[in-house]
């Protein structure tokens, strides 16, 4: 089957995989993108397993300030080689995960071996288990995934603090 350079374009710019990967997932999916789209997320995933042993001794601290200074946030978010922490998608990712510690006050991350709590309420969630503010759908560690898929390393969120003034 013979797939457009534009098809080919419009699934790398939507998946952020390469180009080889996205003509061979429209070769396999017949030219059908959405198809394409998910047949790159399970072979993302797949990839993410496997590189999850990964040492990860680079990333970045993402420092949020918010409510004119009364909520302040620091997250330590790490990945495999400094190429990524300085790319746009990770910075986002450190940017987003800082808002979302800002708006719930977690208790904890979710990496460590811990009860889960059975509230309803999200704050008494760990942070990786928490619906993204911005897309109540989606966890935080679906964001993580997702931003792992793409830049192709293992990625984790080591710690946060947070201050409130008054608190």
């Keep these: 089957m013979d797939i457009s350079a534009t098809l080919v374009k419009e699934l790398r710019e939507l998946s952020g995989a390469g180009v080889m990967e996205c003509k061979r997932a429209l070769v396999e999916t017949g030219g059908d993108l959405e198809e394409a789209l998910g047949l790159l997320k399970e072979l993302g995933l797949s990839q993410i397993a496997r590189r999850s042993d990964r040492h990860v001794g680079q990333g970045l601290v993402e420092a949020y300030i918010h409510g004119d200074g009364r909520i302040g946030v620091l997250v330590e ?66 964001l993580i995934r997702d931003v792992a898929t793409t830049t192709r390393e293992n990625i984790v969120l080591r710690r946060f603090a947070r201050f409130e003034l008054g608190a």
């Design 77 to 142: 978010l790490n990945c495999e080689t400094d190429f990524v922490a300085r790319t746009p998608d990770f910075r986002a990712l450190a940017h987003d995960i800082a808002l979302q510690v800002a708006a719930t006050n977690p208790s904890s991350v979710g990496n460590e071996e811990e009860t889960v709590s059975n509230s309803a309420d999200p704050e008494d969630l760990p942070l990786l288990e928490q619906p993204f503010i911005k897309d109540p759908a989606r966890t935080v560690s679906d």
